[in-house]
């Protein structure tokens, strides 16, 4: 008797055009708005800001540029194709929006659970549209 239960179903191949990451990226309060505006020209569908406060040691703080202690910190879904793209472009941001001040960091997504939500996170339209490419 087969195990039928580790049977991948016929056209369920790996869809995914690209690795999906979670980009965090930290900047003074009152700025968020604008990354998030900004993070959005990279196709970034998700985004989520939220208001925090620092609790790193003062001399700690300053090292990084963080002297405010309030910061808006999002959270966005990116294509990982674009990341580099994207750190540049932050980078340069943090120097001329950010009075020289700003984190970002990204973390790979490892799985995702249905084909749609990949689709809209991944900004492929394809997916979310349901069309086949004919395999």
């Given amino acids: 008797m087969s195990d039928n239960s580790m049977r991948v179903p016929a056209g369920a191949e790996n869809i995914a055009p690209g690795r999906l990451m979670m980009l965090v990226t930290v900047v003074q309060k009152g700025?968020?708005?604008?990354?998030?505006?900004?993070?959005?020209?990279?196709?970034?569908?998700?985004?989520?800001?939220?208001?925090g406060r620092g609790t790193a040691r003062p001399d700690a703080a300053e090292f990084l540029g963080l002297n405010e202690k309030n910061r808006t910190i999002i959270f966005s879904i990116v294509r990982e194709e674009k990341l580099d793209a994207i750190m540049d472009?932050?980078?340069?941001?943090?120097?001329?929006v950010n009075g020289k001040t700003g984190i970002s960091f990204a973390i790979p997504l490892s799985s995702m659970i249905g084909k749609l939500s990949y689709g809209f996170l991944s900004n492929e339209r394809s997916i979310v549209r349901g069309e086949s490419d004919g395999k």
């Fill in 31 to 51: 700025k968020g708005t604008f990354f998030a505006d900004f993070l959005q020209t990279f196709d970034a569908n998700l985004q989520v800001c939220v208001v």
């Fill in 89 to 96: 472009a932050l980078e340069s941001r943090f120097y001329t």
